[in-house]
């Protein structure tokens, strides 16, 4: 991620975010079908998703449809009876409007390295974000903290003993935790969602990277039900479109995908590691949708595998990390292979 330039405490330049293979065809040629991208950590084998009726493409979703998805997403995410969810066109919808939640007048800590939108949006004149190294303590002088469980783009989880003590003392303090939880589909024991309700949490799921379906937009808040009211407003009448709702509701209902899906991401992310550790690469974290790994030649590694049509996330913060998502199958693995060899 790349770090945003400031003015009087505010971020003046957004984040760039992996993904865009229009930025790579402009800057290496070549058409979309010729790319390998393993720029994100979205699941390269999707979720099949099944003709979708009619009716949620020609209407407005009905709330019936909407609660259809969200059923599903209670169970799935194992929503307690305390808490509420939400759904959005996507997580980073739901952050945009987090200041909102947040107030004025707060101190908040963002554990970082991560996604570096939460400085973007967070950033106002009326509101100190700073950056930190881990889950600050009340003691401290924070009113609340931002974190990764796992984080992007290290696969950090921050569920021990002692995070979970710091993030109770905030609590108990009238604090804010936000928790974005993006890749926990891969790592469920450790999600925070089981204590939601508390005042103050407020935990965020993406629907779209472990289903493989970012196209979709939908993702989720779940936190306080006063909280969780104020978002629903605040995002509007049919934020969520009918096939997005329609899709969601069936794929998270799908438990055998799920379970299998688990089992072969896992699997090739110990694959990934291997073939990263055999090319002289350290492996500096990962979650079973991608791995960040590190070199001391990795832009010209990077430079060179782009020259070849795979693209990767490199980081102004640390010239040395480049972030790996999946090949999505035994073509992919073989092409990255053959790249990687040609590199060194």
Same mark, same amino acid.
């Given at each position: 991620?790349? &770090?945003?330039?400031?003015? %009087? @405490?505010?971020?003046?330049?957004?984040?760039?975010?992996?993904?865009?293979?229009?930025?790579?065809?402009?800057?290496?040629?070549?058409?979309?079908?010729?790319?390998?991208?393993?720029?994100?950590?979205?699941?390269?084998?999707?979720?099949?998703?099944?003709?979708?009726?009619?009716?949620?493409?020609?209407?407005? &979703?009905?709330?019936? *449809?909407?609660?259809?998805?969200?059923?599903?997403?209670?169970?799935?995410?194992?929503?307690?009876?305390?808490?509420?969810?939400?759904? !959005?066109?996507?997580?980073?919808?739901?952050?945009?409007?987090? %200041?909102?939640?947040?107030?004025?007048?707060?101190?908040?800590?963002?554990?970082?390295?991560?996604?570096?939108?939460?400085?973007?949006?967070?950033?106002?004149?009326?509101?100190?974000?700073?950056?930190?190294?881990?889950?600050?303590?009340?003691?401290?002088?924070?009113?609340?903290?931002?974190?990764?469980?796992?984080?992007?783009? +290290?696969?950090?989880?921050?569920?021990?003993? !002692?995070?979970?003590?710091? /993030?109770?003392?905030?609590?108990?303090?009238?604090?804010?935790?936000?928790?974005?939880?993006?890749?926990?589909?891969?790592?469920?024991?450790?999600?925070?969602?089981?204590?939601?309700?508390?005042?103050?949490?407020?935990? *965020?799921?993406?629907?779209?990277?472990?289903?493989?379906?970012?196209?979709?937009?939908?993702? $989720?808040?779940? @936190?306080?039900?006063?909280?969780?009211?104020?978002?629903?407003?605040?995002?509007?009448?049919?934020?969520?479109?009918?096939?997005?709702? $329609?899709?969601?509701?069936?794929?998270?209902? +799908?438990?055998?995908?799920?379970?299998?899906?688990?089992?072969?991401?896992?699997?090739?992310?110990?694959?990934?590691? %291997?073939?990263?550790?055999?090319?002289?690469?350290?492996? /500096?974290?990962?979650?079973?949708?991608?791995?960040?790994?590190?070199?001391?030649?990795? &832009?010209?590694?990077?430079?060179?595998?782009?020259?070849?049509?795979?693209?990767?996330?490199?980081?102004?913060?640390?010239?040395?990390? *480049?972030?790996?998502?999946?090949?999505?199958?035994?073509?992919?693995?073989?092409?990255?292979?053959?790249?990687?060899?040609?590199?060194?």
């Amino acid at each position: 991620m790349v &770090p945003c330039d400031r003015q %009087g @405490g505010l971020i003046v330049s957004p984040p760039r975010h992996g993904g865009s293979l229009d930025r790579a065809v402009a800057e290496h040629g070549g058409a979309h079908a010729d790319w390998l991208d393993l720029s994100t950590g979205i699941n390269p084998v999707p979720w099949p998703v099944p003709p979708i009726p009619a009716e949620a493409w020609e209407r407005l &979703p009905e709330p019936s *449809l909407e609660e259809y998805c969200l059923d599903a997403a209670r169970a799935y995410y194992g929503v307690p009876e305390g808490a509420a969810i939400v759904a !959005a066109p996507g997580t980073q919808a739901i952050i945009q409007r987090l %200041g909102d939640l947040v107030g004025t007048n707060r101190r908040i800590g963002i554990v970082t390295p991560t996604y570096g939108e939460y400085d973007w949006c967070l950033s106002t004149p009326d509101r100190v974000v700073g950056t930190v190294r881990a889950i600050p303590s009340y003691e401290d002088g924070y009113d609340g903290v931002v974190f990764g469980n796992p984080n992007n783009p +290290d696969g950090a989880r921050h569920d021990g003993e !002692a995070d979970r003590k710091a /993030v109770d003392a905030l609590l108990a303090h009238n604090g804010t935790v936000i928790v974005d939880e993006a890749f926990a589909d891969v790592a469920p024991e450790a999600s925070y969602v089981p204590q939601c309700g508390a005042d103050g949490l407020i935990v *965020l799921r993406s629907f779209g990277k472990f289903f493989g379906l970012a196209g979709i937009r939908l993702g $989720f808040a779940i @936190g306080p039900k006063a909280d969780m009211a104020r978002l629903r407003r605040l995002l509007g009448p049919w934020a969520v479109p009918g096939p997005a709702l $329609f899709v969601g509701g069936r794929a998270m209902r +799908d438990i055998a995908w799920v379970a299998e899906t688990r089992t072969r991401l896992a699997r090739d992310r110990q694959r990934l590691t %291997g073939l990263l550790e055999r090319s002289g690469f350290s492996i /500096v974290g990962h979650t079973d949708l991608f791995v960040l790994a590190s070199h001391d030649r990795a &832009p010209a590694i990077a430079a060179e595998l782009a020259r070849q049509h795979i693209w990767l996330r490199a980081f102004d913060k640390d010239a040395s990390w *480049l972030r790996f998502g999946l090949p999505g199958d035994e073509a992919g693995f073989a092409r990255l292979e053959k790249a990687l060899a040609a590199a060194f």
